[in-house]
Nanobody, 126 residues
Framework: QLQFVESGGGLVQPGGSLRLSCAASGFTLEYYAIGWFRQAPGKEREGVSCISRRGGKTYYKDSVKGRFTISRDNAKNTVFLQMNSLKHEDTAVYYC???????????????????WGQGTQVTVSS
């Protein structure tokens, strides 16, 4: 059974940090570019970051540049999103997703993604 399970969300004060994890089972992440997306209440889902198969290429939405870091450990079939200096506007449900990518150096946040996690809630509030 193919699964993509996120963890690490929670409640944090502004300026705080969280590290989201996304663990895959039933398929091998090394063949996929990975994206992190988020959806805030009443808003459309937006792409936050993506990373290529080997980790050499990354993309970040402008509003998270310098604060978020995406990484992956293919040996552990896991992807991470380190989120620092969190702001109220980062509050959302965060999803990881996998895009089968034959080009190991590519990631494209606008692509259709094949597998999605169930989402983890991140709330930034004082």
């Amino acid at each position: 059974q193919l699964q993509f399970v996120e963890s690490g969300g929670g409640l944090v004060q502004p300026g705080g940090s969280l590290r989201l994890s996304c663990a895959a089972s039933g398929f091998t992440l090394e063949y996929y570019a990975i994206g992190w997306f988020r959806q805030a209440p009443g808003k459309e889902r937006e792409g936050v970051s993506c990373i290529s198969r080997r980790g050499g290429k990354t993309y970040y939405k402008d509003s998270v540049k310098g604060r978020f870091t995406i990484s992956r450990d293919n040996a552990k079939n896991t992807v991470f999103l380190q989120m620092n200096s969190l702001k109220h506007e980062d509050t959302a449900v965060y999803y990881c997703a996998a895009d089968y990518q034959p080009i190991p150096t590519m990631c494209d946040i606008s692509q259709g993604y094949d597998y999605w996690g169930q989402g983890t809630q991140v709330t930034v509030s004082s």
